[in-house]
């Protein structure tokens, strides 16, 4: 059940990117599926969810107003639209199933892990 992310890059301070997170053997539509963000020595650090129960989105009190998370429910694709980017944002995204399937807990479902992309933003 591992989902697979896409979309990161090298990029300018300032710069935006559009990460996507996707499934090829079974439908995104019925599970919260989070971002997370982990940079060397660091924790992975849960930045953004979205409810399957009510299409909820929660995120990361430092983030907010930059990040803008989605569903393309046609193509099986969770967005993460990033926007302002700094150089600080400099880590591996990751995309999982959220544990509690239904709701956002800010936790990722062991075996849902992909193997992140990269993201740069440096001048």
């Known amino acids: 059940v591992r989902l697979v992310e896409s979309g990161g890059d090298l990029v300018q301070p300032g710069g935006s990117l559009r990460l996507s997170c996707t499934a090829s053997?079974?439908?995104?539509?019925?599970?919260?599926i989070g971002w997370y963000r982990q940079t060397p020595g660091q924790e992975r650090e849960a930045i953004s969810c979205?409810?399957?129960?009510?299409?909820?989105?929660d995120y990361v009190e430092s983030l907010k107003g930059r990040l803008t998370i989605s569903r393309d429910k046609a193509n099986n694709v969770v967005y993460l639209q990033m926007n302002s980017l700094k150089p600080e944002d400099t880590a591996v995204y990751y995309c999982?199933?959220?544990?509690?399937?239904?709701?956002?807990?800010?936790?990722?479902?062991?075996?849902?892990w992909g193997q992140g992309t990269q993201v740069t933003v440096s001048s």
């Open positions: 979205i409810s399957s129960r009510d299409e909820k989105s």
């Open positions: 999982a199933i959220d544990k509690e399937y239904y709701y956002c807990s800010g936790t990722g479902l062991e075996s849902s």
């Open positions: 053997e079974f439908s995104l539509d019925y599970y919260s």
